[in-house]
């Protein structure tokens, strides 16, 4: 035991390997995460066009297709080692970022978590595409001539945590799978509106089936139209706010928008950007859904996008950079505030009123004093929202007062023996066997439809059989005719429950 402490509490440096694959599954936690790296290296090359292909909801096979710049030959051998980029040579250009990524560990992270790792690429210079083959490390393994319409780059990612059999596990059930598609989908959708003039493609054979084409649009509203499935120009409208920190544009539904189009009962079509960049903006969230017109459970459809110096954000705080640290969010949401308010505040103002006249609560002019109107003449629609006191007879009140509960012991014991409830054969006792009413004509009328049918006669008893009435003999049970066996019947020993 003492040598087992002390080798626990030696100090020594984790391996390589376990280095990369522990850092590597903080950075690809999901499907959606290599979906999103994958998409925002096509962006960043330059893409116009990009299709993405699932299989068995990713973790078989996820296939990114652009037309972007391609890869040269000479940098392919760096493209997914750890910390190679294009994007930064100092940290100081984290101030100055246009891209949308920029730590250069994606490609790296996704080769650490999966079986395999495939890259085509071609550049306007060469007159072929080029594949190359990663191992977990990154490293070029083999490296093949490839026929491949350039320019542009295909990442092909096999066999998703491989190395990760729990992470791996943990997409098994339907749930989790259509779940992880869902999030797939969203950033998909997300920039399809951050970037109107992007063709996206998305699909994904396997149930769940997912078919989504984004054509070219020349408007945020267009490519907001196509993640809805219809046309939402007449829905939404377009505003804008300039302030010394940068400018507001909010596109949200009219204040007479379908609420089955511009509302959702998930928070999961409110798009917010900052230069460009989805990222997660609760405040913001938070403040439309609170100045929209929405009904309880329901949220606004809308995109919020900030426009700002790239100095006065920190994109460097997750490793999805979906969070960052934006100065002076204070001030856009009040920009954001003061574009809204005015236009929703009729229709908040409808929404907050009550509708006494609908519900039958008369009007007091001021100095009088209020008269009780009498229960026969509230109308059809003041029944429905009777006073809690003071309500109209229902139908079910003449039954529950014809059919009174009756109380029956709890006990079986009570039950079987018979005491003062029901007999030993489970019968009513016979002061209490008698019916409800002496004839059907006396059930009580009940909503006015009262019935006055006569009783019928009861069937007459079927003939009895020539030796019924005949005493059993105990000595011979077989005497009875056609030599049917006769039941021994003994009376119940009254030491029996």
């Given at each position: 035991?003492?040598?087992?402490?002390?080798?626990?509490?030696?100090?020594h440096?984790?391996?390589?390997?376990?280095?990369?694959?522990?850092?590597?599954?903080?950075?690809?936690?999901?499907?959606?995460?290599?979906?999103?790296?994958?998409?925002?290296?096509?962006?960043?090359?330059?893409?116009?066009?990009?299709?993405?292909?699932?299989e068995?909801?990713?973790l078989?096979?996820?296939?990114?297709?652009?037309?972007?710049?391609?890869?040269?030959?000479?940098?392919?051998?760096?493209?997914?080692?750890?910390?190679?980029?294009?994007?930064?040579?100092?940290?100081?250009?984290?101030?100055?970022?246009?891209?949308?990524?920029?730590?250069?560990?994606?490609?790296?992270?996704?080769?650490a978590?999966?079986?395999?790792?495939?890259?085509t690429?071609?550049?306007?210079?060469?007159?072929?595409?080029?594949?190359?083959?990663?191992?977990?490390?990154?490293?070029?393994?083999?490296?093949t001539?490839?026929?491949?319409?350039?320019?542009?780059?295909r990442?092909?990612?096999?066999?998703?945590?491989?190395?990760?059999?729990v992470?791996?596990?943990?997409?098994?059930?339907?749930?989790?799978?259509?779940?992880?598609l869902?999030?797939?989908?969203?950033?998909?959708?997300?920039?399809?509106?951050?970037?109107p003039?992007?063709?996206?493609?998305?699909?994904h054979?396997?149930?769940?089936?997912?078919?989504?084409?984004?054509?070219?649009?020349?408007?945020?509203?267009?490519?907001?139209?196509?993640?809805?499935?219809?046309d939402?120009?007449?829905?939404?409208?377009?505003?804008?706010?300039?302030?010394?920190?940068?400018?507001?544009?909010?596109?949200?539904?009219t204040?007479?928008?379908?609420?089955?189009?511009?509302?959702?009962?998930?928070?999961?079509?409110?798009?917010?950007?900052?230069?460009?960049?989805?990222?997660n903006?609760?405040?913001?969230?938070?403040?439309?859904?609170?100045?929209?017109?929405?009904?309880?459970?329901?949220?606004?459809?809308?995109?919020?996008?900030?426009?700002?110096?790239?100095?006065?954000?920190?994109?460097?705080?997750?490793?999805?950079?979906?969070?960052?640290?934006?100065?002076?969010?204070?001030?856009?949401?009040?920009?954001l505030?003061?574009?809204?308010?005015?236009?929703?505040?009729?229709a908040?103002?409808?929404?907050?009123?009550?509708?006494?006249?609908?519900?039958?609560?008369?009007?007091?002019?001021?100095?009088?004093?209020?008269?009780?109107?009498?229960?026969?003449?509230?109308?059809?629609?003041?029944?429905?929202?009777?006073?809690?006191?003071?309500r109209?007879?229902?139908?079910?009140?003449?039954?529950?007062?014809?059919?009174?509960?009756?109380?029956?012991?709890?006990?079986?014991?009570?039950?079987?023996?018979?005491?003062g409830?029901?007999?030993a054969?489970?019968?009513?006792?016979?002061?209490?066997?008698?019916?409800?009413?002496?004839?059907?004509?006396?059930?009580?009328?009940?909503?006015?439809?009262?019935?006055?049918?006569?009783?019928?006669?009861?069937p007459?008893?079927?003939?009895?059989?020539?030796?019924?009435?005949?005493?059993?003999?105990?000595?011979?049970?077989?005497?009875a005719?056609?030599?049917a066996?006769?039941l021994?019947?003994?009376?119940?020993?009254?030491?029996?429950?």
């Amino acid at each position: 035991r003492a040598n087992q402490s002390s080798s626990r509490a030696s100090m020594h440096r984790l391996p390589a390997g376990t280095v990369k694959l522990i850092t590597g599954s903080q950075v690809i936690t999901s499907v959606h995460a290599v979906v999103k790296e994958l998409l925002e290296n096509s962006i960043d090359a330059g893409a116009t066009r990009v299709e993405i292909r699932l299989e068995d909801c990713g973790l078989a096979k996820i296939v990114v297709q652009d037309d972007g710049a391609g890869i040269a030959p000479d940098s392919a051998e760096f493209v997914a080692q750890r910390y190679y980029t294009t994007k930064l040579s100092a940290f100081e250009d984290l101030e100055s970022l246009e891209s949308l990524g920029f730590r250069g560990e994606a490609l790296n992270a996704i080769c650490a978590v999966s079986a395999k790792v495939e890259i085509t690429s071609s550049t306007t210079k060469d007159g072929i595409g080029s594949t190359y083959t990663l191992d977990n490390d990154g490293m070029v393994t083999k490296t093949t001539v490839t026929p491949f319409p350039g320019p542009g780059t295909r990442v092909t990612v096999t066999g998703l945590f491989a190395s990760l059999p729990v992470r791996r596990r943990i997409f098994d059930k339907p749930p989790a799978r259509k779940a992880e598609l869902a999030h797939v989908q969203d950033i998909v959708y997300a920039y399809c509106v951050a970037l109107p003039a992007l063709r996206v493609q998305l699909r994904h054979e396997r149930l769940p089936q997912i078919s989504f084409t984004k054509p070219v649009h020349t408007s945020a509203v267009g490519a907001l139209g196509c993640v809805l499935g219809c046309d939402v120009q007449p829905l939404f409208t377009t505003l804008q706010s300039t302030v010394p920190e940068g400018t507001v544009t909010a596109i949200v539904p009219t204040p007479t928008a379908d609420e089955r189009i511009a509302y959702r009962s998930a928070n999961d079509r409110f798009f917010s950007f900052v230069n460009g960049r989805p990222v997660n903006l609760k405040n913001t969230a938070k403040l439309v859904k609170r100045l929209t017109p929405s009904a309880p459970g329901r949220y606004p459809v809308a995109v919020i996008s900030i426009a700002c110096e790239r100095s006065t954000i920190d994109v460097n705080c997750t490793p999805d950079k979906m969070t960052i640290g934006l100065h002076h969010e204070d001030a856009y949401n009040r920009a954001l505030e003061a574009l809204l308010e005015p236009l929703y505040a009729s229709a908040k103002a409808a929404q907050a009123k009550p509708n006494t006249a609908a519900r039958g609560t008369p009007t007091i002019a001021p100095g009088e004093s209020p008269v009780a109107v009498p229960v026969e003449e509230q109308t059809a629609d003041a029944d429905e929202v009777l006073d809690p006191v003071v309500r109209e007879p229902r139908e079910h009140d003449a039954l529950k007062a014809a059919f009174p509960r009756r109380e029956i012991p709890a006990d079986p014991v009570d039950l079987r023996r018979g005491n003062g409830r029901l007999d030993a054969d489970h019968r009513a006792p016979s002061d209490a066997r008698g019916p409800l009413f002496s004839s059907i004509g006396d059930i009580p009328d009940i909503g006015g439809a009262r019935q006055t049918h006569q009783r019928e006669p009861p069937p007459a008893s079927p003939p009895q059989h020539p030796h019924a009435g005949r005493p059993l003999s105990p000595q011979s049970p077989t005497n009875a005719p056609n030599g049917a066996r006769a039941l021994l019947l003994s009376p119940p020993s009254p030491d029996r429950d």
